[in-house]
């Protein structure tokens, strides 16, 4: 299929896209690396009036570091940040999700703001963004204002954002010397839609004790979700082989999966579990390395 009968704006300032979105209301769409919407409109799933297509946007496209953390432009590439050494040594987590979205020339042309805003349930970056407390700069009409991303994400491809409103920002923490990361995904093939997958993040005292947990879990639910009792379980132990397999039948308990084509609510249950166990033993075992 083509897509419907549609107007094509592109503005040149933030301010002019946050006008025409303002001025159009629901009957208009951004377009930014178009890697979701694109299919969108050929299969005529979405049906917009008006495009307002961003990237003639100057500054939007940064990626800039800092002593804790990263900030990362609303027209920032996926590729720009998978092919940056500072996002392997500092996150291997947020380096091995990346990886791991759709395609090469996905990744090339897609952006991390983009794929925030679509907030499909099973996607790498809204994990990633949960796990790290990133903050979303959100503007609209009447300015700007900051949105943590546990906040972020409403529910099946449903965020906060308003109509009149675009994301401008995401800033990530790092997490902090002497932890381990670790993400892992299941799907059928390389760059299929993934049926469930985790992201762990772990920081151990002097004595082997973990002292920070957060564990994100996806597809499993409506929108990416904190193992919150699991990340509580962890604090204060040193972990065993058992201890993990009783903590990843913990996380079940953030779980709401839901039947679809490709697996049933019992299924990707299993396989979240899975991955929250194999996540937390790379992590953990990444953090004593570094801790050597």
């Given amino acids: 299929m083509k897509p419907a009968r549609f107007s094509y704006e592109v ?26 919407l694109i299919p969108l409109l050929s299969f005529r799933m979405a049906r917009p009036a008006v495009l307002v ?11 800039e570091w800092e002593s804790d953390g990263v900030r990362i432009g609303a027209l920032a590439r996926h590729r720009v940040l998978e092919t940056d050494p500072e996002l392997t040594t500092r ?4 380096a091995e999700a990346l990886a791991l979205v759709g395609h090469v020339a996905i990744r090339n042309r897609g952006t991390v703001a983009g794929s925030m805003a679509h ?24 300015g700007e204002r900051q949105v943590p991303a546990s906040e972020f ?17 995401l800033r990530l923490d790092m997490p902090r010397n002497g932890s381990g990361s670790a993400f892992l995904e299941f799907a059928r093939r390389h760059g299929d839609y993934a049926q469930a ?21 996806l597809g499993v639910g409506t929108t990416p979700i904190r193992a919150s ?24 308990e953030s779980m709401a999966p839901l039947d679809d084509v490709h697996a049933d609510a019992d299924y990707k249950r299993h396989l979240g579990t899975v991955m929250v166990r194999r996540t937390l033993e790379t ?9 050597v």
């Fill in 11 to 36: 503005p040149e300032t933030v301010e002019e896209a946050v006008s025409l979105l303002g001025e159009h209301g629901y009957e208009a769409k951004l377009l930014a690396g178009g890697q979701s």
């Fill in 53 to 63: 297509d961003v990237n003639r946007v100057q500054g939007l496209d940064f990626v």
């Fill in 91 to 94: 996150c291997p987590m947020a």
């Fill in 119 to 142: 907030a499909d349930p099973a996607a790498e970056w809204p994990l990633v963004a949960l796990v790290l407390g990133g903050v979303f700069t959100v503007v609209g009409p009447v």
């Fill in 153 to 169: 994400f409403r529910g099946f491809m449903t965020t906060v954002l308003e109509p009149d409103e675009m994301i401008t920002e």
């Fill in 197 to 217: 997958g985790a992201g762990s993040i772990v920081q151990l005292d002097g004595s082997g004790r973990v002292s920070d947990a957060r564990v994100g879990l």
């Fill in 229 to 252: 009792a699991v990340e509580e379980a962890l604090v204060g132990v040193t972990p065993t082989e058992t201890d993990l397999v009783e903590l990843s039948q913990l996380a079940g």
């Fill in 283 to 291: 992590a953990l075992q990444r953090a004593r390395e570094v801790a």
